[in-house]
């Protein structure tokens, strides 16, 4: 018997997920709340229905890709919502970003009605969803997650199975916490960026005269020095505040009861991989600081780029948290340690030596 597969909400993932379903031979039932966007897909074969619970009625499981919370919530438990259809042999999953506790209701909800239910939020982004290059974080029902396996295979990458519900929920706010993060770190203010472009620019063009032109030692004095400094400087800002935003994320998955290590290897499949998270992580998850850049150092960098901000007027607010972070790592005698220390600072921000 062929496998019906139910899908809700054709927003920007929505509609990338559905399209890859269909590429790939799945029978496809689309519900959107604003309906004339499931015309696209009824092009491509898919079957349109009134309401999610007449996709449910009609679907052996039932995915949901809904903007926010409320959105989640609403679909379920709503007039026409997929409650009034869902039993015993269907199944529902939910793709959407939530807290842990919508998902928990909306598991209990779906379960106390004889049907089986998966969270799967994703990691990746419209490209990624196109592509069928997501990372799944799916916790729940194991038998539904191993139903659900073949069009995992065809929307993601790679499909995690995180235990119990809740689990799939925050991991994905976890990762996308450090992304939030991040992305303030990288990109603070389009005028920060330019001033960083323009002083790494000139940095970059007056090391290029420096060569061009070594023979000639009074050059030297025309080639303002503070500035090659300062390109240096700002240049470390940016994967400094990521350390810092990476290490909350370590300590919030390990406090929410997710393994640091799977953060680690969710991470490393997704937009914000980097080769920094991937050398530390683990040293850090084991508390390991043999000092290859000291803290000492990197705080001092800090506070100097800072003086540099404030020399040119630049808010930098992330950085101002970042250096408490690691000043604060110094207080608690870490200064000699490697800069990812700052980890402990960030864990026990009380302790001070
Ligand atoms: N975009 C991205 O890069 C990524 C997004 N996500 C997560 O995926 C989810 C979807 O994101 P995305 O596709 O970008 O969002 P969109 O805003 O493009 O789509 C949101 C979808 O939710 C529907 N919706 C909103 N409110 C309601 C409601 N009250 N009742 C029924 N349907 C509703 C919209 O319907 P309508 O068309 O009628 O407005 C639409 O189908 C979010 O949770 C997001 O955090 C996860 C990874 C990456
Ligand atoms: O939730 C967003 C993403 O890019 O992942």
């Known amino acids: 018997m062929e496998v019906e597969v139910g899908f809700l909400g054709l927003g920007i993932m929505g509609k990338a997920m559905s399209m890859n379903l269909l590429r790939h031979g799945f029978k496809l039932t689309v519900w959107n709340r604003t309906l004339s966007r499931c015309d696209e897909l009824v092009e491509h074969g898919a079957s349109v229905a009134e309401t999610p619970a007449a996709v449910v009625k009609k679907c052996n499981y039932t995915i949901a890709m809904l903007s926010d919370p409320s959105a989640a919530l609403s679909v379920v438990f709503d007039k026409d919502g997929v409650l009034e259809q869902i039993c015993n042999g269907k199944g529902y999953i939910d793709m959407s970003t939530v807290d842990s506790d919508t998902s928990s209701k909306i598991s209990e909800a779906i379960t106390s009605k004889g049907g089986s239910f998966l969270e799967a939020p994703v990691s990746g982004s419209k490209k990624p969803a196109e592509d069928g290059q997501l990372v799944i974080l799916a916790a729940g029902e194991k038998a539904l997650y191993e139903e659900a396996l073949p069009a995992f295979d065809v929307m993601g990458k790679k499909s995690f199975f995180l235990g119990h519900v809740g689990n799939g929920a925050k991991m994905k706010l976890v990762v996308n916490m450090i992304m939030g993060s991040i992305a303030i770190a990288e990109n603070p203010d389009p005028l920060v960026k330019l001033k960083i472009f323009i002083i790494t620019l000139v940095g970059r063009l007056q090391m290029r005269i420096h060569y061009s032109y070594l023979w000639c030692q009074q050059y030297q004095y025309l080639y303002p ?102 000043k604060k790592a110094r207080s608690m005698g870490l200064g000699d340690l490697d800069f990812s220390a700052v980890h402990e600072a960030v864990k026990f921000p009380e302790s001070s030596s």
Do not use: C, W
């Not at 470390?236 to 929410?256: C, P, Q, T, V, Y």
């Not at 499949?269 to 080769?275: D, F, M, W």
């Not at 920094?276 to 960098?301: E, R, V």
């Open 225 to 326: 020095k503070q500035l090659e400094l300062s390109s240096d400087i700002v240049s470390k800002l940016d994967h400094r505040s990521m350390m810092n935003a990476f290490s909350e994320g370590l300590i919030l998955a390990d406090k929410s009861g997710l393994n640091p290590q799977t953060l680690l290897d969710v991470l490393d499949l997704g937009g914000i991989a980097n080769p920094m998270f991937k050398m530390k992580g683990p040293t850090m998850i084991q508390k390991s600081y043999s000092p290859a850049f000291p803290l000492k150092h990197q705080q001092k960098d800090m506070r100097l780029a800072l003086a540099l901000g404030d020399q040119n007027a630049v808010s930098m607010p992330v950085a101002a948290a970042a250096n408490e972070a690691f």
